[in-house]
């Protein structure tokens, strides 16, 4: 198993563009979910699925859209890049809504200039 | 809102030497606390708790969570260098499933 994997693994991008950080597992996990890591402030939840098909905002949603159209795929897309959104995001998942312990990828480092 | 607080945020000693992690939360519906342990990647399980004054351990870590009060330490007896890291604790809700981070700690362990 891969677990979870996150491509690209580092990103520069200009003020208004548009990308995809992509995020995928094969652990057949229910729950998938994508936080922002920025210094002294922990992990923040942006978005999070609980199943195909289904998605719902985190803390910290503005900026940033999700889908889930199979159970594997969760892609996080940046609408208009903004500076505020230069930090390491990182996927995680878990087996089930009741699952406490999760998954996390190796992460994406993005910078926008 | 729900808040969880690590102290210190920062903590640098010597190989050998014991070390206590603090983590304190203000959160609705508890349900368990995570800590987890992250180098340079991602961050990596270490444990779980969900009932008070039950310790955890593994190897030269151990953990133990009190409900009354609030709050979970990790202690680190006889450190080493690759205990180097960033120590992040979260807290999950019931019926919400998502984890609540706290800031972390930075470890440095020196030789």
């Known amino acids: 198993n891969a677990g979870v994997t996150q491509t690209p693994k580092f990103q520069v991008l200009k003020t208004g563009q548009s990308m995809t950080l992509q995020c995928a597992q094969d652990?057949?996990?229910?729950?998938m979910s994508w936080y922002r890591q920025d210094p002294g402030m922990g992990l923040r939840l942006i978005h999070y699925?609980?199943?195909?098909?289904?998605?719902d905002q985190g803390e910290v949603p503005n900026g940033y859209n999700v889908s889930r159209s199979t159970t594997e795929d969760f892609p996080l897309r940046l609408l208009s890049a903004a500076p505020s959104q230069t930090s390491v995001y990182f996927c995680a998942s878990s087996y089930s809504q009741g699952q406490a312990e999760q998954f996390f990828g190796p992460g994406t480092r993005l910078t926008v200039l | 809102e729900d808040k969880v607080v690590q102290s210190p945020l920062s903590l640098v000693v010597h190989e050998g030497d014991t070390v206590t992690l603090n983590c304190s939360y203000e959160?609705?519906?508890?349900?368990?606390l995570l800590w987890y342990k992250q180098e340079k990647k991602a961050p990596t399980f270490l444990f779980m708790l969900t009932s008070s004054g039950i310790e955890k351990k593994s190897g030269r870590l151990s953990s133990i969570l009190d409900k009354k009060e609030l709050f979970s330490i990790l202690n680190i007896t006889a450190t080493q260098t690759g205990d180097s890291a960033i120590y992040l604790c979260a807290v999950t809700l019931q019926g919400a499933q998502k984890l609540v981070f706290g800031q972390g700690t930075r470890l440095t362990i020196n030789p």
């Open positions: 699925s609980v199943g195909a098909g289904i998605t």
């Open positions: 959160v609705t519906n508890f349900r368990s």
């Open positions: 652990m057949n996990h229910e729950y």
